[in-house]
């Protein structure tokens, strides 16, 4: 990729600005002022805990989605509504305006800066596996799944199927899996050897599935073309 995944001085922006256009019925053309005259915001988020996912009485939570109730509580504006869509599908839905913000936990990279603006990044994450519990392929990074032939899952439009088809893991071994939890799934049931996905996401996995004959292999940072892909997201 030739950069690291996020750089200082990104745009310090929770929302992606629609351009100029005229007021309709009387409404504000100001971003900000026109989420304070509706009293709310909608909140696309993929079901991805920690980062952002509803509970089962459907109450929106998680790191992203709790940083973005406080910041637009101290704005004047009281309630996140949530808008549950596939991560792949997070940035053209706000760029269709099916809701207004992204909270997610979405990782900042040059690709997606070029489509929406981000906050500064709140958290920063390194890359892991989820295996068989004694990892019987031995996956502890992304050439060892080319050595080794294992099919790997990744989230559709997460970082990781990126990281992996750049550092020429064949397309033919890469799953792609809409959501989080159907890529445990896809584990369990043999049809993928590992799910990569964030160091954060993968201990939560295993948190909340106690007994799961599973493991996390130890955290690393991708390097692609010499360059550490550090993640780091808003």
């Known amino acids: ?37 509706q009293g709310y915001v909608r909140v696309g988020f993929a079901q991805e805990a920690p980062f952002g996912f509803a509970e089962a009485d459907e109450t929106l939570t998680g790191e992203a989605p709790e940083v973005a109730r406080a910041v637009f509580e ?22 269709a305006r099916r809701f207004d913000v992204i909270a997610a936990g979405m990782f900042i990279n040059p690709e997606r800066c070029a489509e929406i603006a981000f906050s500064d990044p709140d958290y920063q994450a390194k890359t892991a596996f989820l295996v068989p519990a004694g990892n019987p ?48 799934d896809g584990l369990a049931a043999n049809r993928v050897d590992a799910v990569s996905l964030t160091s954060i996401s993968l201990r939560n996995i295993l948190s909340t599935r106690e007994g799961a004959p599973f493991e996390m292999t130890e955290p690393f940072v991708p390097v692609i073309d010499g360059v550490e892909q550090t993640g780091a997201g808003g």
């Open 74 to 95: 101290a704005l004047g504006i009281p309630e996140l509504q949530g808008v549950l869509t596939e991560f792949g599908s997070l940035i053209p839905g706000l760029q």
């Open 137 to 184: 392929l031995g996956i502890l990074i992304f050439e060892g799944v080319i050595s080794t032939g294992a099919r790997l899952g990744v989230l559709a439009g997460a970082v990781e199927g990126g990281y992996a088809e750049s550092l020429g893991v064949p397309t033919a071994q890469i799953v792609t899996f809409t959501d989080q939890p159907s890529s445990f």
């Open 1 to 37: 990729m030739g950069s690291p995944s996020w750089q200082p001085g990104l745009p310090d922006r929770l929302f992606h600005e629609p351009p100029p256009r005229a007021a309709v019925r009387g409404g504000s053309t100001d971003p900000l002022q026109r989420l304070k005259d």
